[in-house]
């Protein structure tokens, strides 16, 4: 897997979030007399396009555009644009039976407009950050590279209603990868017509999901959602019209909320232990993950041998009190992991056993200090070091993020105590800088980040692999590669198998503490009672108002 996303997504997660922070509890009436559905959203930020190849998130409008499938609740997919369709028994052939579906200016939507949607994506000129997920369709990968022809990717459209996808292996968590609208149909003519107008603006733009924007220019800081009435299934969308409006501070979101104007407002750190125990305080968790990034291939020959030794890392791991850092020196009510893979991503197929707690491994992220102490004396008899100062990378624009100067004083503090003859340095740089550092390996010790794209946990488990784009500390273990190929390969169509090579991995990863995990994010919003029907996501296509409404 091509990912593009390790120090900067914890960007990505924050725009994810623009989704939900709402305003507008007051329902305006409608010409025909009866209350109009009316739901005004707060966002962090402007949503910065809306052109779905080029996207670097779907939070918001993964509800104006859609794919073969929806996300629906606890990550299962549910109907979109697909009426049926048809695996072959190796796995390798997906045949899509489309809906009668239209775009919102009444166009027909069909098998064509999915082929070319695909090319347009995985062309390289389109510079789209997201095509690395096409890994696995025929030609895809190649095809972004350079290497060969947009019209060779794995996808045909025999008639104007069937849509044949062609893999080059068997894609375990395709169904679900199928629910992004990165994966949805584009209209060619539109786009043609509009040339460089395209997706400039919200009326240069067609919609195939619930919902279709208007009023957005590209730069304003306003914008709505208004419902479709061409969507095929528009007899369940309840609301009218979603507005939005950019509000990047806590304090004036809390102000808005607290005065009627906003039905969600999400709270800063500082404000959650104020409003965790008020019945219209709420929790949404999220997919990504806070964790240590560790230089294997470290220019200095005494940090590496610490570096590199597993009981180091055991000790490092041992040392912290995750359940202090997160209820305490957070105080945000994140979630202590239990290895890599996040808490409520994905659930095992035959029992539904959560992979969170498959994963659990004794004695490698538990909080031991004896233990911890034992390891780091084998780490400094097994490497001959016993003084060592190591730097802890982190990036945090301005100062902007309170949390990530909490963390990285908390682990210097704890880390320096427990761990005689260690001393961390801390270098907090701009989080551009810091992702540069760490690609280029100019690190000791990261803090670092990743958010799922999907529900699977391969999404998590594919980054460690040896010479992954984004393994930026270049970690290797050979058992734990293979255990990774055969979940993608020779045990990709066997969902029992597959679940117990992925578990093995991660139990192999904690074990050898390749990372470190820390801990993982959860919003806290304060929302109205009144608000009804949102579907939350941890990962993909987070947000889905296709059945909110105002009770």
């Not at 969902?495 to 503490?513: G, H, I, N, P, T």
């Amino acid at each position: 897997m091509k990912n593009k996303r390790l120090i900067i997504s914890g960007l990505l997660v924050a725009a994810l979030a623009i989704g939900l922070t709402a305003c507008g509890s007051k329902q305006a009436t409608s010409n025909s007399g009866k209350s109009a559905q009316v739901l005004n959203l707060s966002a962090a930020s402007q949503l910065n396009t809306i052109d779905i190849a080029t996207a670097t998130g779907y939070g918001q409008t993964g509800n104006a555009f859609e794919s073969f499938y929806r996300l629906g609740k606890n990550g299962k997919v549910t109907p979109g644009l697909a009426q049926s369709v048809k695996k072959s028994a190796d796995g390798l052939t997906y045949t899509f039976t489309l809906r009668d579906a239209k775009w919102s200016n009444g166009d027909s939507i069909t098998a064509q407009d999915f082929v070319y949607s695909w090319r347009r994506t995985v062309t390289p000129s389109t510079k789209s950050e997201y095509a690395y997920l096409f890994d696995g369709i025929k030609n895809a990968d190649a095809i972004n590279q350079g290497k060969m022809n947009p019209d060779q990717i794995g996808i045909a459209a025999p008639d104007k209603k069937t849509v044949v996808v062609t893999l080059e292996k068997p894609i375990p968590y395709f169904k679900v990868l199928m629910a992004y609208p990165l994966f949805g149909p584009q209209n060619q003519k539109v786009i043609e017509k509009y040339g460089k107008k395209y997706a400039t603006n919200s009326k240069y733009m067609v919609y195939s999901g619930p919902f279709k924007i208007t009023g957005w220019k590209g730069t304003n800081n306003t914008w709505q959602f208004v419902k479709n009435k061409q969507y095929w299934d528009a007899d369940k969308v309840k609301l009218d019209k979603i507005s939005y409006t950019v509000v990047s501070n806590a304090q004036t979101s809390l102000d808005l909320y607290q005065n009627g104007k906003l039905d969600l407002s999400q709270l800063s750190q500082e404000q959650v232990p104020t409003y965790q125990d008020d019945k219209e305080y709420t929790q949404y968790p999220y997919s990504y993950v806070s964790y240590l990034s560790y230089n294997f291939a470290s220019k200095d020959a005494t940090k590496k041998k610490i570096l590199t030794n597993q009981n180091a890392r055991l000790a490092f791991s041992l040392a912290l009190d995750r359940e202090q850092l997160t209820k305490k020196v957070l105080g945000s009510g994140s979630l202590v992991p239990t290895g890599f893979v996040s808490t409520d991503l994905a659930k095992n197929p035959t029992t539904g056993e959560d992979f969170s707690k498959a994963q659990k491994t004794a004695n490698t992220m538990d909080y031991n200090l004896k233990l911890a102490k034992s390891k780091w004396a084998d780490a400094q008899r097994e490497t001959g070091v016993k003084k060592v100062t190591l730097t802890l990378l982190a990036g945090n624009d301005n100062g902007d993020d309170p949390s990530t100067n909490i963390v990285v004083q908390y682990l210097k503090g704890q880390l320096e105590k427990e761990l005689s003859g260690l001393t961390i340095k801390i270098r907090t740089v701009p989080t551009t800088v810091a992702s540069t550092e760490r690609r280029d390996g100019n690190f000791d010790i990261a803090l670092a980040g990743w958010g799922a794209d999907f529900n699977d946990p391969i999404s998590f488990l594919q980054i460690p692999e040896t010479g992954t784009s984004y393994n930026y500390g270049q970690y290797s273990n050979p058992e734990y590669d293979a255990l990774v190929e055969k979940a993608s390969n020779a045990d990709a169509n066997n969902e029992k198998q597959r679940w117990q090579d992925l578990v093995a991995a991660s139990q192999l990863l904690s074990k050898d503490q390749g990372v470190t995990p820390l801990y993982q994010s959860v919003y806290s919003y304060m929302q109205n009672k009144d608000v009804k029907g949102i579907i939350h996501n941890t990962a993909g296509t987070q947000w889905n108002y296709k059945y909110a409404y105002i009770k």
